[in-house]
């Protein structure tokens, strides 16, 4: 029989936030499996570092950070491949994924390609979202009140058009893009309304008014906006 595929929600980066059975099933694997930085450190790995059994066998994924989707699409196959061959020999892979395999996670490429050859169970983690309203001290909704999840890379006119549309707003992905959103937030007079998160859960966490937050942000960084409302109020 084939192993299996477990794609592991690792939660925001607190190793305390990770579910019950994540912990069980990485501090049992014979086969880790995750991304890195091309060249750099993984920051799954370094989540889950104190749970992995010594003597496990890594499969890493080296993944440029480039707007280009060709060489991050070529490091997922490698990956696949690898995963592939010792879902063959019949042992199970455990593969470990920031936040929630399947909300802008990237297990989700190595879903598509062995989802159909093996048997693959998705194991769902703790998302940046609901983490920093914790942390914020921000209900994002309520009711029938709708919450709208945009990624910061979206070009400027479509980031205004579905902020104004919006009841709740969370922008991740922030990063580079800080300025352009904070533009963008401030032209609809929403700034008071809105918080700034980053790095959530971790030593080094921020949160602060978006008109308190810093020239620039990390990849790990979001905007939360609840229209009519002052957050910390």
């Not at 902020?163 to 032209?187: F, T």
Request: with cysteine; charged share 25%; hydrophobic share 45%.
């Amino acid at each position: 029989m084939s192993g299996v595929l477990y794609g592991v929600g690792l939660g925001p980066g607190d190793p305390e936030l990770i579910t019950l059975r994540a912990y069980r099933l990485i501090s049992g694997a014979d086969v880790v499996a995750y991304p890195a930085l091309a060249g750099g450190d993984s920051f799954a790995r370094s989540i889950a570092a104190d749970m992995i059994p010594e003597g496990t066998r890594e499969i890493v994924m080296d993944v440029p950070m480039t707007t280009a989707r060709e060489p991050a699409q070529a490091a997922y196959d490698l990956g696949a491949a690898e995963i592939a061959a010792v879902l063959e020999a019949g042992t199970d892979v455990v593969c470990l994924c920031e936040g929630d395999p399947f909300f802008y996670g990237s297990f989700m490429y190595l879903y598509a390609r062995l989802n159909d050859r093996f048997e693959v169970q998705v194991v769902p983690g703790v998302t940046s979202i609901t983490t920093c309203a914790a942390r914020a001290g921000m209900p994002l909704a309520a009711r029938n009140e709708r919450l709208t999840v945009l990624p910061g890379p979206l070009p400027e006119d479509e980031l205004r058009l579905r902020i104004d549309g919006a009841e709740s707003v969370a922008i991740m992905k922030v990063g580079r893009h800080l300025a352009k959103i904070r533009g963008v937030i401030d032209d609809l007079g929403l700034t008071d309304q809105a918080a700034y998160v980053e790095r959530a859960s971790l030593p080094d966490e921020v949160v602060c008014r978006l008109r308190d937050a810093p020239e620039k942000a990390p990849y790990f960084s979001m905007i939360l906006l609840t229209k009519g409302a002052d957050p910390w109020l």
